[in-house]
């Protein structure tokens, strides 16, 4: 079955560091590939995504390039702020005919220090 | 804008009591999912439904679980005799655009959740 494995957090930062949360993916077709973040106290919210292979999504300073030969997605921004301190899930949404789907990974706790 | 709405936000059950869990999607959309996330986990699906009809429940992981959306819109989710291990957040997301059979791209709206804390 389709699975999506992420870094293990917490992930602590100060701020202007730079951020990487690795994430890799098992799936028989050609998934979509999503990063959603949660604030706290907040819904899951869509921060990028990529449909194709060598696609970079982003968004907010945030960027993920798909790499079909790694079967990777990692998330990565170049100075982190505070306001970042958040949940990362890397997803994916099922290649086949249930493509509607998401799998997510764990998740991962970002916390970012002034 | 509105967006995906649940309530109650939290709800405490003894063991053995049924709950009923509503989801208000952001109107007009279609497709509505319900995900369930345990503590320190990732969301898992449980179900999906396309205007009133419930085409995916494969996830749903017994049959004390139901979910139904009669008109369309609103959602409601059930579990009869709840156990401790339905201690979840769960989550439900709407999306406008109908998926068919080709790998396409829709994205999902999630509301906040509703923490199910079984006693």
């Known amino acids: 079955g389709n699975s999506v494995t992420q870094m293990e957090g917490p992930v602590t930062l100060s701020e202007e560091a730079f951020l990487t949360i690795n994430c890799t993916y098992t799936?028989?077709?050609?998934?979509?590939l999503f990063w959603y973040v949660q604030y706290p106290g907040e819904g899951l919210q869509l921060l990028l995504k990529?449909?194709?292979?060598?696609d970079k999504g982003s968004n907010k300073g945030f960027e993920a390039t798909y790499r079909k030969e790694t079967t990777s997605f990692h998330l990565e921004k170049g100075s982190v702020q505070v306001s970042d301190s958040a949940v990362y899930f890397c997803?994916?949404?099922?290649?086949?005919?249930?493509?509607?789907?998401?799998?997510f990974g764990k998740g991962t706790l970002l916390t970012v220090n002034p | 804008g509105a967006g995906v709405s649940q309530s109650p936000r939290y709800k405490v059950a003894k063991r053995g009591q049924d709950v009923a869990l509503r989801c208000d999607p952001i109107?007009?959309?279609?497709?509505l999912f319900w995900y369930q996330q345990a503590l320190g986990q990732g969301p898992e699906f449980l179900t999906y439904?396309?205007?009133?009809?419930?085409?995916?429940k494969s996830g749903l992981p017994s049959d004390r679980f139901f979910a139904e959306r009669p008109e369309g819109s609103v959602s409601t989710l059930k579990i009869q005799r709840t156990q401790q291990e339905d201690s979840a957040v769960y989550l439900c997301?709407?999306?406008?655009?109908?998926?068919?059979?080709?790998?396409?791209?829709?994205?999902?709206?999630f509301g906040p959740g509703t923490r199910l804390t079984v006693l």
């Open positions: 439904f396309q205007n009133e009809a419930q085409l995916d």
């Open positions: 799936a028989t077709g050609y998934p979509s």
């Open positions: 990529a449909t194709k292979a060598d």
């Open positions: 997803a994916l949404s099922d290649p086949g005919g249930s493509n509607y789907k998401l799998t």
């Open positions: 109107s007009g959309h279609v497709s």
């Open positions: 997301a709407s999306s406008l655009v109908v998926t068919s059979g080709r790998p396409s791209y829709n994205e999902q709206f």
